[in-house]
């Protein structure tokens, strides 16, 4: 993995669409990774006016599972609840367990144009490695 | 990796088990297709699940078959009820992601000056894109159990289509052992409201034109004839069923462990099939599978309505009826000759379909003679083909063939190479009307993104592994 990394990039699948993603700490790195999930869905979001809010908590017996559970989480608030995540508020991370509050707003498709449709995000070659100096994460997502 | 793979003949390729494979690999491909195939990790994946335990003849690998989540896309595997497992990563997130083929008694000609307004109602009438909901069909959740457990049934109960229709689906549009109470909260909650609509990405409602006959008995037998106007739809089990593979996927992960199960890949997460994870899994995927049943139930009732409509005409005089409707994301319980000697096997069929033999009792007395109807789609620019399937596929793939064109090109290439152009125009210019509802979609699904499918299918017939009926182009193109 190169080192100038700041967020997160796409990587190439021939069929789907992966994430390689860092963070100074595990809480950034899962954040970088659902504001990159959010790109990968609506595009570059400009504004950032919140109006509601949605509390996920995730359970997993590692990190890569939390990390699964937490962005596909994301995609069922979406898919249910028409709720766009706009920013993340971390509130606690550990090896087992995760809560966030997301700050966003309601599906508009003037205001969200929808780029594509993520079915889920997969286990398939997910790595999360704590780095020398923070973390980073590779993840590809079912389109 | 550099894997081994010896050439058996023109259209066929064998992977010697290396490592822990405990079988081996079995390519459909033509070389140029190889090679192609060596630069991805697909081979990879085909030697993968040639590792799992209980696995019976070979890991196959369809010529369509690229880099998938576990399995290869394109993959099929058979295993043993004893010592064999399921895996959620060889039958994929969209559970019964499938195709259904309607005909009707019109002629292309019939549509002339027609086109564009036939597009708009089904574009209007059929929700597609992104999280598209039905606003008018709201599930109980009462409702939505018995679409879990009688699948295509519940819709023609509901008013939405004939027991004809039922008769021309795959397992007559219900997988039995279906059991709700093993779907989650959340995919229930994900599947209320998606019920009836078509999803994004390659999913597509397309209105084509029988092009050219290639086999003139089957295509009678299937009610086709040249010129013929025809509705081919492509969608799955949306949200349900991606919600169903994710949460088993963490229970089969577990599950791997519990039962000591050696994993190469931890999307390739299994159980056994004796297990109770194993059996559980497979009666929600049910679940999932009859809800894809009965979405391509209800989106067929919406194209009737459609073209009545548009074309002024009552459903006798359409005749719009269907001519088969397959899944090519699916496990299921099936009997095959192996070794002189029938076998109950668990197969897995992931972007691969089910190409059973004429004569054979599972598919439709009217296609007994010919062998059951085989749908393969292309890309929206190009064809479609109609297939029978055959007694070699039986032999030798149980009874499987390919599923479709396959990517050859990320998402990414693909805007990239229609940058500058204007696909909707270009299309139109060629004769077909495309609606979609997302931004990026086709940008994404432009043509030359996908393997010529004429080559896919024409591998699957030389290998003798189906038979080619048809070739439909398409007319009218509806992309979520």
Same mark, same amino acid.
């Given at each position: 993995m190169k080192g100038s990394l700041k967020k997160f990039r796409y990587l190439e699948h021939t069929a789907d669409m992966g994430l390689e993603v860092a963070g100074d700490s595990l809480a950034e790195l899962f954040i970088h990774a659902a504001a990159g999930l959010r790109e990968m869905i609506f595009g570059e979001i400009s504004e950032h006016a919140a109006d509601r809010q949605e509390w996920i908590t995730v359970e997993g017996e590692d990190v890569e599972e939390l990390l699964v559970g937490w962005l596909n989480e994301l995609l069922f608030l979406f898919e249910t609840? =028409?709720?766009?995540?706009?920013?993340?508020? @971390?509130? %606690?991370?550990? /090896?087992?367990? @995760?809560?966030?509050?997301?700050? =966003?707003?309601?599906? $508009?498709?003037?205001?969200?144009?929808?780029?594509?449709?993520?079915?889920?995000?997969?286990?398939?070659?997910?790595?999360?490695?704590? @780095?020398? %100096?923070? *973390?980073?994460?590779?993840?590809?997502? $079912?389109? | 990796m550099k894997i081994r793979i010896d050439r058996i003949d023109a259209c066929r390729w064998r992977i010697p088990p290396f490592g822990k494979m405990r079988t081996e690999g079995l390519v459909f491909a033509t070389e140029k297709m190889l090679k192609a195939l060596e630069e991805e990790q697909a081979l990879e994946q085909v030697c993968n699940v040639a590792t799992l335990p209980g696995i019976v003849g070979p890991s196959i690998g369809m010529p369509d078959i690229h880099w998938g989540y576990g399995f290869p896309i394109g993959g099929v595997a058979a295993f043993d009820p004893a010592d064999g497992v399921v895996s959620p990563g060889g039958v994929g997130y969209d559970i019964n992601c499938g195709v259904r083929l309607l005909r009707c008694k019109l002629s292309v000609d019939e549509l002339n000056g027609l086109r564009d307004r036939l597009a708009d109602a089904l574009f209007r009438n059929i929700p597609s894109g992104v999280g598209s909901q039905r606003r008018d069909l709201k599930l109980s959740r009462q409702d939505e159990n018995r679409v879990l457990t009688s699948g295509a049934r519940w819709a023609v109960n509901q008013g939405f289509g004939t027991d004809e229709d039922l008769d021309r689906i795959e397992e007559q549009g219900c997988l039995p052992g279906g059991r709700p109470e093993l779907v989650s909260d959340k995919a229930l909650e994900r599947g209320r409201s998606q019920l009836g609509t078509l999803g994004s990405g390659n999913h597509f409602i397309e209105v084509d034109q029988v092009a050219e006959i290639h086999d003139g008995e089957a295509a009678a037998a299937l009610g086709l004839f040249q010129d013929q106007v025809t509705v081919t739809i492509h969608t799955g089990s949306r949200g349900l069923g991606h919600q169903v593979c994710d949460d088993f996927l963490r229970v089969m992960h577990r599950a791997s462990q519990k039962y000591g199960i050696e994993l190469p890949d931890r999307q390739l997460c299994c159980a056994p099939l004796a297990s109770p994870e194993g059996k559980e899994y497979l009666a929600a995927m049910a679940c999932a599978a009859n809800f894809a049943f009965a979405n391509r139930q209800l989106i067929t009732a919406w194209v009737r309505e459609s073209f009545e409509r548009v074309l002024e005409k009552g459903p006798v005089d359409l005749g719009l009826s269907v001519v088969? $409707?397959?899944?090519?994301?699916?496990?299921? *319980?099936?009997?095959?000759?192996?070794?002189?000697?029938?076998?109950?096997?668990?197969?897995? !069929?992931?972007?691969?379909?089910?190409?059973?033999?004429? =004569?054979?009792?599972?598919?439709?007395?009217?296609?007994?003679?010919?062998?059951?109807?085989?749908? /393969?789609?292309? $890309? @929206?620019?190009?064809?479609?083909?109609?297939?029978?399937?055959? %007694?070699?596929?039986?032999?030798?793939?149980?009874?499987?063939?390919?599923?479709?064109? =396959?990517?050859?090109?990320?998402r990414h290439a693909a805007k990239k190479q229609a940058r500058g152009h204007r696909i909707a125009a270009e299309l139109a210019e060629q004769g077909i009307v495309v609606r979609a509802a997302g931004h990026a979609t086709l940008a994404e699904e432009i043509p030359a993104a996908y393997k010529d499918v004429?080559?896919?299918?024409?591998?699957?017939?030389?290998?003798?592994?189906?038979? /080619?009926?048809? %070739?439909? !182009?398409?007319l009218i193109v509806i992309k979520g």
């Open positions: 609840r =028409g709720f766009v995540p706009l920013t993340f508020r @971390m509130e %606690r991370i550990g /090896i087992g367990d @995760m809560s966030a509050t997301v700050y =966003g707003a309601a599906f $508009d498709e003037n205001r969200f144009p929808v780029l594509r449709e993520v079915k889920a995000v997969t286990y398939h070659r997910l790595a999360v490695k704590k @780095m020398k %100096r923070g *973390w980073r994460a590779s993840l590809y997502v $079912d389109l | 088969y $409707d397959v899944c090519h994301n699916i496990a299921k *319980w099936e009997t095959h000759p192996v070794g002189g000697r029938e076998r109950r096997l668990c197969v897995h !069929r992931k972007g691969a379909t089910r190409a059973f033999p004429p =004569g054979h009792p599972d598919i439709p007395a009217v296609y007994r003679s010919v062998g059951q109807p085989v749908l /393969i789609p292309g $890309d @929206m620019g190009r064809y479609s083909y109609v297939l029978v399937g055959t %007694r070699e596929a039986y032999a030798e793939t149980f009874g499987s063939t390919c599923h479709g064109a =396959g990517r050859v090109m990320s004429a080559d896919v299918v024409r591998v699957v017939h030389d290998a003798g592994i189906g038979k /080619i009926v048809a %070739r439909l !182009r398409p």
